[in-house]
Structure formats: structure tokens, C-alpha cells
């Protein structure tokens, strides 16, 4: 038996009815599955396990590939897996993870993953689940591991750790409070993950409500004499005929303000009324089709800089191109449509508010919008379920992806009120939205408690202080000490040699096999 001992750190105090004993000393066997990865395909007799397999609740078997029978019995001779033996992840990502097997049927596995044998009078499967799952040793175990490009335990280290045994009964009786207690944690954690989709319906319900003139029903009564919606498309009417250099460029205006709305069904406010956007914006642009760069004097935004409403600026490709720059360059305001993605996300939108100069990419549309829309307010539409359903209905799907030409865009129709009526919109959005972002912040401290009580639950268990001790029970000291005694006979009479016994049952020293384990 190793010298090299993995000790756990001072302060993990237990009862002093507990004993104290090596992994080795309380499994029939500690060892792992094969060392070399064998041909294994989706079908197949017997399945084949992985670290990707062992999940905390047992194994994930969805996605099982399979060896031979012939593969199987090489492997199951020196790894032999049984219903509820323990089976703990020793190399990899998810190292030290620990799940008893609730499979009845034999499996093979791979050497990322030891197969831990209990001796089921001494030690109950869940009992050793949860302790090597406790935070105390999974981080003393995961501190030993060794390897610099795959970090590994390895089985030498997973024998000599010491592990607190209770008495039997008193192990069973942990093992069901923990269960116990972790069911009512994981019903908190099934009532929280309905807030966060809760939270998205609040925030369209929130929209709806705005862009229907609701949200501001009570200021509409406190503010009757601002100017109407039918006034200020009137006056960016007359502005843009004023503008217009050509008698074909002002036929062209008339022939925008001349068209009917026709898709807005959903009831709006007195005074306010169904507009399309071309009537109340000035240009809708596509973005530079030029290469980008990894480095380079400005940003150009693509659609993947478009997020909720909002610029990411990470990510970022750029240009030093200085005629696209001044050909596309973004000004405070600008609002960004992806006319050109997939069928669920195209037409997502963001407003530019001037944090860095940039200019913007081919699958975008800049919409550059008369001063009496405020942007704020035309951002916030356009991440309507109202707008989205327009986008569905009028988007041209490709193989992959689809696509919102800026004719398309130009004839959404927005519910459009006085500019005074536009900002208290926004600022009854941004004052519910605010509220929305509490609840999402208390439902993440939320779960990251209830992850700390579930680690409290099994910290306060292997310290024994969550369930009261019995007396009566059996203390495990003399088991260990008959099992102890048992071992020491087998290996003092071997009659077979050490490297033929070695081959038969692949033991370690220390580790005989005890009688009816044959």
C-alpha cells in the first residue's frame, strides 16, 4: 500500500464515534476501465461509458455508443461494473464527479472514469457518492491531480485518500436527509427557471401596452394640448417637398404619403394612428460589403453586434478604408436593422448611440429617421412581438437564411404619437424594464444560494451535524478491523504466484478480494 497518503485539510472535524479509513480499505476494488479507447460505433451489444456519461444524478445515457461482445469481456474482466457501484470521473473537465450506477445491465468503460466497489456492510454507495461529491473533497482530490495536458487522479491517490465512515444506519440516514433536503432545493430551482421566461413575457407585455398608448393613458389626460401625430406627419410632409430638388423627386413624396395603411388591427389610442416608416424617415441605407480586418482605424458593426436592443461591442472587426468610413459612418441615433439572418433572428434591431465611432456591414440597414420619431421609441417597436410577426410574414427565406429587403422595412407601420407622448413611452419602458433587470438580478443570486445551500447540505453532513446520532447503532470500527484482519489473511496465503494472481484479478497489494467476491 502507497505511503503517499491524500489527507484532508485540517478543520474537517467529525463525531468521534466515526472512524477514519483508506478508500482501498472500505471498496473491494478501486480500478478503471480500459486504457485504450476500442472501436465503438452508435449500435452495437454492449455500451460503452465515458466521463461524458457520469452525471450527478447517474448516467446519461442519450447519446451511448457500443462495443463487441468480444471488446466487452476483455475490458469487464478487470473492470467489472455492477448495479449501484460507485463510478467517479479522474481525468478531464469534470473531474472528480461522483455517481452510483442505476444500471443493471453490464457496460464497458473507458479509463477516464474508476470504478469504485463498496463494501456495501461497511459503506453504502450513496454515502461514498455524496462525500466524494462534498466541496471539502472534491477539493482536496482535485488539488492531487497530476499531467500537464490532461489534468488526471490517479488511482493510486483516489485508494489513499481518507474517508469518514459512521456507523451504517447512520449513513443511510444522511444519505436520505441529503435527498431530502436536495429535493426541496431542486422544486426552488424548477420554480425559479419560470422566471426567466416570465421576465421576456413581462418585457413584451410591457411593449404591447406601450404601443398601444396605454402605458400612458393617465399622461395623455395631464397633457391634452401637445401637438397630434396627424401635425407632425404634416410638417415632415411639407419639409421633405421642400427639400426635394426634382418635380419626379416630389411625385415620388406624394406617392409615399398618398399610400393607406393597411396591416395595423391592433386598437391604438385616440390621437394616435398606424404610419409606415417611409413616411417618417429620410433614408434606409445597406451597409459597406468591403472585407474587414482584424485590426484597423474604425468598427464595422455586423449583425452580431446587434443584441437586445442594445450595440455589443465585442467581437468587432474593422476597417481603414477612409471613403467607407465616410461613406457609412454612424451618427448618434442611427438605428440598425438585420435584414440578413436566420429566419428566427433576422430583423432583430439596435440603436447606435455614438459610444465609439463606427461605421456598419452589408446585412444591416441603417434607418435614418425624421427628428419628430424619437429613436429611442423607434428602437424599442421594432423589438415588438408586433414587429417581429410583421418581419415573419414579410421576410424571403433562402436555404439557410432569410432575408428583410428596405422596401419591406419601409412600409412597417408604427403606431405613431405626438414626440412629447414618445419620450414619457420611453421613459415608462425603461422605468418597467429597470424592474424587470432586479427581479432577473434576485432570481441569479437566487440560484447561486440555493448551488451554496446544496454544497452547506453535504459540508454540514460529513462533519455530522445533520442528522442526530443513535448509540445503538453498530459502530463501524469492528467491521473494519474483522475486514481488516480477513484481508491480511488472503494476502499472507496466496498460494499462487504474485504476477499470476496480478494477471487473474488484476488486485492491488492490499486490496485482496474478500470471500463471496471471488
Not at 149 to 168: E, G
Not at 228 to 252: M, Q
Not at 292 to 315: C, F, H, T, Y
Not at 450 to 456: D, G, V
Amino acid at each position: 500500500m502507497s505511503d503517499e497518503l491524500i489527507e484532508l485539510p485540517e478543520g474537517y472535524g467529525y463525531p468521534e464515534h466515526w472512524i477514519t479509513a483508506l478508500l482501498s480499505e472500505v471498496c473491494h476494488l478501486v480500478t478503471d476501465g480500459t486504457h485504450h479507447s476500442p472501436p465503438n460505433s452508435a449500435e452495437g451489444t454492449y455500451a460503452y461509458i465515458t466521463a461524458k456519461n457520469i452525471k450527478p444524478h447517474g448516467l446519461d445515457t442519450t447519446e451511448l455508443t457500443y462495443v463487441t461482445e468480444e471488446v466487452h469481456k476483455s475490458i469487464y474482466s478487470r473492470c467489472p461494473v455492477e448495479y449501484e457501484d460507485v463510478l467517479y470521473i479522474k481525468d478531464g473537465v469534470t473531474t472528480g464527479l461522483a455517481a452510483v450506477n442505476h444500471l443493471t445491465e453490464a457496460f464497458s468503460m473507458l479509463s477516464s472514469v474508476a470504478l469504485l466497489k463498496p463494501i456495501r456492510d461497511l459503506v453504502d454507495p450513496y454515502y461514498l457518492k455524496y462525500w466524494l461529491n462534498s466541496p471539502i473533497t472534491f477539493k482536496s482530490m482535485t488539488g492531487s491531480m497530476t499531467g500537464s495536458a490532461i489534468r488526471r487522479l490517479i488511482l493510486q491517490k483516489i485508494r489513499s485518500v481518507d474517508i469518514p465512515v459512521p456507523p451504517l444506519n447512520e449513513q443511510k440516514r444522511i444519505v436520505a436527509k441529503i435527498e431530502e433536503l436536495n429535493d426541496r432545493t431542486q422544486r426552488a430551482k424548477e420554480a425559479l427557471e419560470a422566471i426567466p421566461e416570465l421576465c421576456d413575457r413581462f418585457r413584451q407585455s410591457v411593449l404591447a401596452a406601450a404601443f398601444r398608448g396605454d402605458l400612458t393613458a393617465d399622461w395623455r389626460e395631464q397633457n391634452p394640448d401637445v401637438e397630434p401625430a396627424s401635425v407632425l406627419l404634416e410638417r415632415i410632409r411639407d419639409k421633405r417637398l421642400i427639400e426635394a430638388k426634382t418635380d419626379k423627386h416630389k411625385e415620388n413624396i406624394e406617392a409615399i404619403y398618398a399610400y393607406e395603411e393597411e396591416f395595423g388591427t391592433e386598437p391604438l389610442a385616440d390621437d394616435w394612428q398606424y404610419i409606415t416608416l417611409e413616411k417618417l424617415c429620410h433614408t434606409f441605407q445597406y451597409g459597406t460589403s468591403a472585407k474587414s480586418s482584424a485590426e484597423g482605424k474604425v468598427p464595422v458593426l455586423r449583425m452580431g453586434n446587434l443584441q437586445n436592443g442594445e450595440i455589443d461591442w465585442n467581437d468587432l472587426v474593422y476597417t481603414s478604408d477612409d471613403d467607407e468610413i465616410a461613406k457609412y459612418s454612424l451618427k448618434p441615433g442611427d438605428i440598425l436593422f438585420n435584414r440578413t439572418n436566420s429566419p428566427e433572428l433576422v430583423g432583430k434591431t439596435s440603436i447606435y448611440r455614438g459610444e465609439r465611432f463606427a461605421i456598419f456591414a452589408g446585412y444591416l440597414i441603417k434607418i435614418d429617421n425624421y427628428v419628430e420619431l424619437d429613436s429611442e421609441y423607434l428602437n424599442y417597436c421594432l423589438n415588438t412581438k408586433y414587429a417581429k410577426d410583421y418581419c415573419w410574414r414579410v421576410k424571403t427565406d433562402g436555404v439557410s437564411q432569410s432575408n428583410i429587403n428596405a422596401q419591406k422595412i419601409a412600409k412597417f407601420e408604427i403606431p405613431f404619437c405626438s414626440l412629447q407622448e414618445q419620450k414619457e413611452v420611453v421613459q415608462q419602458i425603461r422605468s418597467l424594464f429597470k424592474a424587470i433587470v432586479q427581479i432577473e438580478q434576485q432570481y441569479q443570486e437566487a440560484k447561486k444560494q440555493l448551488e451554496r445551500f446544496n454544497q452547506s447540505i453535504l459540508a454540514k453532513a460529513f462533519r455530522g451535524e445533520l442528522v442526530p446520532q443513535d448509540p445503538d447503532d453498530e459502530p463501524a470500527s469492528v467491521l473494519l478491523e474483522r475486514i481488516r484482519a480477513e484481508r491480511e489473511q488472503l494476502n499472507n496465503g496466496k498460494k499462487k504466484s504474485q504476477t499470476s494472481e496480478k494477471r487473474r484479478s488484476k488486485t492491488v497489494e492490499g486490496q485482496g478480494v474478500l470471500p463471496g467476491f471471488e
